[in-house]
């Protein structure tokens, strides 16, 4: 029996929560698997119930969990929960904090039944297949002091050795079961931060003579993203960046709503999200791309509990579904979300 803790969230986050929960149940049985799914009130939902984004109970639950699955936080521009006394992006930022989940694993690919929807020139995406290792607890997210004054603010970004060392090995680590290729991606042309960055991941690299490593400012690596993505093998950088560069890398597939995420820590429990976030323009119409949810849900069966048959078969029955023309709105189709998982379920069991 695996403990799952499910922080469904705001906005989408039910909504492909419940696709990818309907995936796991529905195949659960072929894989002599048993999930129990413990639901928690997170983000805006949390908000409402407790005035708080990160309930006391749930971070208990996730404390307690074999591993966690987190749909999305947060609401639209001017909603009331910005004035909480724990804002949902607060409270997920405590979350990672709190269960030390220092390395985000993005994957970026781009299958072949996603070519014809990308909106990149084919010759280009195709075979794009990289993975961005963001650091995820430390950084401009949480240095210290930060202040929001009227007519003046600042933040404070700091990393010390022991973070970047620690994400760095992560990233090589990774290198050594893929093509052995690390990008480094820093401003160390005028960050003090990323100066460190750069000699801690050169300091870190002698230990896998196997694999190469570049470095590159994250200004031009921005544009060659887009410009030759099957460059990259494994991206390593800083919280912001990661942030930033793993949203501008959903234009290769064509939406954010394929992308999942992985977060680890040395030890601990695992969380696994999407990258996106509660997209409140498409809230409650049914018509979210639950891929992204469901792929997360089979990172979790390959990392977490090293289902690794289980995993491949919900990746392709995903793909499969779209290459069939089943696609969401944001792929340019008209499946609806339900729609959409009850054709993975049917193709899992075809
Ligand atoms: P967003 O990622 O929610 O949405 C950006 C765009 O992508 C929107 O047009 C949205 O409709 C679309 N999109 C995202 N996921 C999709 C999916 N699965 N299917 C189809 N279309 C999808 O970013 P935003 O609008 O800037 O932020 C909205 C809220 O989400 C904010 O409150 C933000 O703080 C929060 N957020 C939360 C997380 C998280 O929970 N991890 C991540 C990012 C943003
Ligand atoms: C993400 C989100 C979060 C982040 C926000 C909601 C705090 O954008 O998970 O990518 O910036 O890390
Ligand atoms: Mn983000």
């Known amino acids: 029996m695996k403990k799952i803790t499910v922080l469904a969230g ?6 492909i929560m419940a696709s990818a929960i309907a995936v796991l149940q529905a195949t659960a049985s072929n894989y002599e698997q048993n999930f129990q799914f413990n639901n928690q009130l997170f983000g805006g939902a949390g908000i409402e119930a407790s005035g708080r984004a990160l309930p006391e109970a749930t971070l208990q639950a996730c404390y307690d969990a074999d591993a966690i699955l987190l749909g999305a936080i947060g609401g639209a521009i001017g909603s009331p929960w910005e004035k909480a006394k724990q ?26 039944a996603l070519l014809p ?8 995406v195709k075979g794009t297949d990289f993975i961005v290792v963001r650091e995820l607890t430390s950084g401009i997210y949480f240095g210290e ?10 933040d404070t970004c700091r990393y010390t050795e022991t973070e970047i060392a620690r994400i760095a090995h992560k990233a090589f680590q990774l290198a050594q079961t893929r093509r052995k290729k690390v ?47 099957t460059d990259f093998d494994v991206i390593v950088t800083e919280n912001l960046f990661g942030d930033i560069l793993s949203d501008e890398a959903s234009v290769l597939p064509g939406t954010l709503g394929v992308l999942p995420s992985a977060s680890h820590s040395e030890n601990g429990v695992s969380l696994y999200e999407p990258i996106h976030g509660s997209a409140p323009d498409i809230a409650g119409k049914n018509c979210a791309n639950p891929a992204s949810m469901i792929l997360s849900a089979a990172l979790m069966l ?27 709105p944001d792929l340019g189709g008209n499946a609806k979300t339900d729609e959409f998982t009850a054709a993975v379920i049917k193709k899992m069991q075809s």
């Open 10 to 15: 705001d906005g989408i986050g039910p909504e």
């Open 87 to 112: 804002t949902p992006e607060q409270g997920l930022l405590a979350l990672r904090k709190a269960l030390n989940l220092f390395a985000n694993i993005r994957p970026i690919c781009v299958p072949d």
């Open 117 to 124: 929807l990308s909106p990149v020139k084919e010759a280009i």
């Open 145 to 154: 002091p930060r202040q929001l004054q009227e007519t003046k603010a600042y």
């Open 183 to 229: 990008t480094s991606v820093d401003k160390a042309n005028v960050l003090a931060t990323s100066k460190l960055w750069r000699k801690v991941v050169t300091d870190v690299a002698k230990d896998y003579p196997d694999c190469t490593l570049e470095h590159q400012l994250v200004d031009s690596c921005a544009m060659r993203i887009v410009q030759q993505p």
């Open 302 to 328: 390959r990392q977490s509990f090293q289902e690794e048959k289980m995993a491949q078969s919900i990746e392709d029955a995903v793909f499969a579904v779209m290459n069939e023309g089943v696609v969401t």
